[in-house]
């Protein structure tokens, strides 16, 4: 649990603050960080608000679909600080559905980010992903790696950045953007999330073997627990440079051996793996530097042994299985006439 006292300079100043996508994963905590803090939040989301979010102190809801300029308008009205995670979080969805995710990500993003100049908004924090370095060339990758996003949800990940440097550089957006690392924690939903913490866990508090894809020591992930990146997201609020990008992650390396051998540690019984090495698509390291973060003064509090032993706390025997699958490439559909089409 995160104490206002853990939070660093706390958003002193800034009472009205707007979270987008307050309703999801990352949302839910930030939002009841942010009310722990006694700052007036307001949820910005076209999903409802869960009760327990809604009844926190200072919370209140607008309901909003940021694909809508109007609608954004009106929901980041009295801003002083918007954080921005609304959007498609999944891979998967965005081989599937490309043009969704570019909407929610990319127009999104354009759309909050004019409001934010409109409006005049003191800082705007955007997460963005460790996706738009696309295959990692080096390790750790420092913000400076290129970005080559293989996946539509890297592109309109990196589209949104780019719109809202863009926005900075032309008309003074005070834009901050972080590049999240795999975020764990509780609350991830099984059946749209595919952070591997909280599915190595749930298949083994199942008693079942880990199904993993991919080569168990050449695929090597950065988790960072939800609690420190809800506190890495306010110190890019108090502290971050206006048009500065940092790297979100623990900076640590870990192989999904190594993850495995942490989840049978926290759980006090050996895990099993069941690799499936037929695809080595995402068998790479994607590691964070993290010393821009680090600059801020920002160093994370929960490491993992401590962060799978409350997440299994939290998860209790039997959990729902994950269902989330993980989606490279899309099926090439066969060539097919339109109705009202000319000519095949
Ligand atoms: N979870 C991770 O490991 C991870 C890693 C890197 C980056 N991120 C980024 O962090 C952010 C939050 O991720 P999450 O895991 O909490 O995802 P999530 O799917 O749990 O939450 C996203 C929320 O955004 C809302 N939303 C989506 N489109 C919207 C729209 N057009 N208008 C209003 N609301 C909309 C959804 O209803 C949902 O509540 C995302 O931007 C994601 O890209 C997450």
Redesign the pocket.
Known sequence: MIHASDMFGGLRGHDEVVV??G?????RHLVTALSRLGKKVTV????ELPEDIAALPGVRYAR????DYGETLLALQGADVVFH?????SGTVSVEKPRHDFH??AL?TCNVGNACLELGAQRLVY?????VYGTPQRTPMGEDHPTQPFLPYGAS?LSGELVLRSLHQSAGLPVVIGR????YGPGE?PA??G?EVSQFLRWHLNELPIPVVGDIDRKTRDFIHVDDMCRALVTLADRGQDGETYNLGSGTEVSMRELAEAVGEATGRPALLDADDSSLEDSFSLVADVSRLAALGFSPAIDLAAGLSSLAAALGPFPELPTAKAVFRRERPERRCLTGAAAC
């Open positions: 987008t996508g309703a999801g994963f990352l949302g910005v989301d076209h999903a909003a679909d940021l694909r995670l609304a959007g498609n979080a929610l990500n999104g997460v963005s992903s460790a996706v990940k999240s690392f795999v975020i939903d749209r999330a952070g």
